[in-house]
């Protein structure tokens, strides 16, 4: 059995926190009704909404943004049993209905909260909104370590619904990340659209950090990754060429290794006209052995 915290009406309420006191253990989904605090009880359904565990990420989208039909324009073609899902929202719904019609309707409720919050968010008052909890690092923080910990910002990677899940976006390194928590990272990034952090670094620009110079290098032994990998294949370059001079020597056939570039093939000219076989360039590994 459930109820749902959405009732006006003085008497209905006072019932059903009696019951929640009484039968809550059993009764009860816990996630559904209740804040990480475990006592809240609400009667907006919108206070409730934002109250629940895993609902962190969305901000209270005003009333009168509901309440203004223009701003719900398309919805209804793509929220099942629309008008009694805005009705919960607004927290007008007719209590008659039964229980199954109430869990079908409460979850249409949260899907059309969440296409409304996508549209709020990108207007002036929502993104006052989610500035507030980005200062806050409501989103959390940034894992790579050379971004020391900088607040991540909802993304979303499609804004068609039920294709893909809310990401994070740091724009310290540009990149983005899965959520922490598995709550979080079940939410349909359609709640938040693509466009929205960028909006929003457009309105506040004096929000992008500076550019970080910061990278990290990989070494073995002290030694960088990539300069022992160049010294490698400059090495094996030099030990091709001295070979097909030789066998070329031997067999007096021309040589193949000088059919590359023009300075490879000046090069060899060098080596063969000074007789060395040995590549002397500043800076070469004279190894050919
Ligand atoms: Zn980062």
Same mark, same amino acid.
């Given at each position: 059995?459930?109820?749902?915290?959405?009732?006006?009406?003085?008497?209905?309420?006072?019932?059903?926190?009696?019951?929640?006191?009484?039968?809550?253990?059993?009764?009860?989904?816990?996630?559904?009704?209740?804040?990480?605090?475990?006592?809240?009880?609400?009667?907006?359904?919108?206070?409730?909404? *934002?109250? =629940?565990?895993?609902?962190? +990420?969305?901000?209270?989208? @005003?009333?009168?943004?509901?309440?203004?039909?223009? &701003? $719900?324009?398309? *919805?209804? =073609?793509?929220?099942?049993? +629309?008008?009694?899902?805005? @009705?919960?929202?607004?927290?007008?719904?007719?209590? &008659? $209905?039964?229980?199954?019609?109430?869990?079908?309707?409460?979850?249409?409720?949260?899907?059309?909260?969440?296409?409304?919050?996508?549209?709020?968010?990108?207007?002036?008052?929502?993104?006052?909104?989610?500035?507030?909890?980005?200062?806050?690092?409501?989103?959390?923080?940034?894992?790579?370590?050379?971004?020391?910990?900088?607040?991540?910002?909802?993304?979303?990677?499609?804004d068609v619904p039920y294709s893909k899940s809310v990401k994070l976006f740091c724009c310290r390194c540009e990149d983005i990340y899965n959520p922490k928590s598995s709550r979080h990272a079940s939410i349909d990034g359609a709640y938040f659209g693509c466009s929205f952090p960028h909006m929003l670094f457009q309105v506040y620009p004096q929000l992008v950090p500076p550019k970080s110079t910061d990278r990290y290098v990989p070494r073995i032994f002290g030694f960088k990754l990539h300069d022992v990998a160049k010294q490698h294949r400059y090495q094996d370059m030099i030990r091709e060429e001295s070979h097909a001079r030789i066998m070329a020597g031997i067999e007096g056939l021309p040589t193949t290794a000088a059919q590359g570039s023009s300075s490879g093939q000046q090069n060899h000219k060098n080596r063969a006209a000074d007789g060395t076989g040995v590549a002397t360039e500043s800076g070469a590994m004279a190894d050919v052995n």
């Open positions: 059995m459930t109820v749902r915290p959405h009732h006006t009406d003085g008497l209905t309420l006072i019932s059903l926190l009696k019951e929640y006191i009484s039968g809550y253990k059993l009764l009860f989904h816990m996630d559904d009704y209740t804040s990480g605090s475990d006592s809240d009880y609400t009667k907006y359904w919108i206070d409730w909404f *934002l109250g =629940t565990k895993g609902n962190e +990420y969305f901000c209270e989208v @005003d009333e009168e943004y509901i309440l203004d039909r223009f &701003n $719900l324009t398309g *919805l209804n =073609t793509e929220v099942q049993y +629309y008008s009694q899902a805005l @009705d919960l929202i607004t927290d007008n719904l007719d209590e &008659n $209905l039964d229980e199954e019609m109430r869990d079908i309707v409460e979850k249409s409720a949260r899907h059309l909260y969440g296409l409304i919050h996508a549209r709020f968010i990108i207007t002036t008052h929502g993104l006052t909104k989610m500035l507030e909890k980005f200062k806050k690092c409501d989103f959390g923080r940034c894992p790579r370590v050379l971004c020391h910990n900088h607040p991540l910002l909802p993304v979303a990677l499609s």
